[in-house]
């Protein structure tokens, strides 16, 4: 977080590419940097390579623009936790209203349609023992959770371009 902080200071700094292949991990720390990259002033662009599963959505649609490899692939599924939980209703309404700073988040951040996202969330059927979803390159931008289609050089041109036109302002 300290080193986008001082990203976004440094006059040596033009523009941010996130480059992400990721299981997921941390929610808090997840959010937290997908809040600061979505807060940059300066241009930023995701691309999602092999995977950006569970809380590497928020991260790969918190830049201004967001690319997915064909073959990359994205899981969505609800909140979880490993370890010890302590079975209390404000348990739950924990685990529910941190579901819900995510989904604001994705539908904040990109063009997917809430009641879709929450849909990938939430279907059974897919994942063995579990709930959710994955999808896949085409499909993530069909549904307008990711941008484009696209590739490093791809990325690398549009952030370029996005350089170009704030320097132009």
Do not use: W
């Not at 692939?73 to 979880?80: D, E, S, Y």
């Amino acid at each position: 977080m300290p080193l986008l902080a001082a990203i976004e200071e440094s006059d040596e700094v033009d523009g941010l590419l996130v480059l992400l292949n990721t299981v997921g991990g941390d929610i808090e720390a997840g959010l937290g940097i997908a809040e600061l990259i979505a807060s940059m002033s300066k241009p930023t662009v995701s691309l999602v390579l092999g995977g950006g599963h569970s809380i590497g959505v928020p991260l790969a649609v918190s830049a201004k623009r967001s690319f997915i490899a064909p073959s990359a692939a994205m899981t969505i599924h609800p909140v979880r936790l490993n370890g010890l939980v302590i079975a209390v209703s404000q348990t739950f309404t924990y685990f529910e209203r941190i579901q819900e700073r995510i989904i604001q988040f994705v539908t904040r951040n990109s063009a997917v349609k809430r009641e879709d996202f929450t849909k990938l969330m939430l279907q059974t059927g897919e994942l063995a023992a579990d709930v959710g979803s994955v999808i896949y390159g085409e499909e993530a931008v069909r549904i307008g959770l990711i941008d484009a289609i696209g590739g490093l050089s791809d990325a690398l041109a549009c952030l370029h371009q996005m350089i170009d036109e704030q320097k132009q302002r």
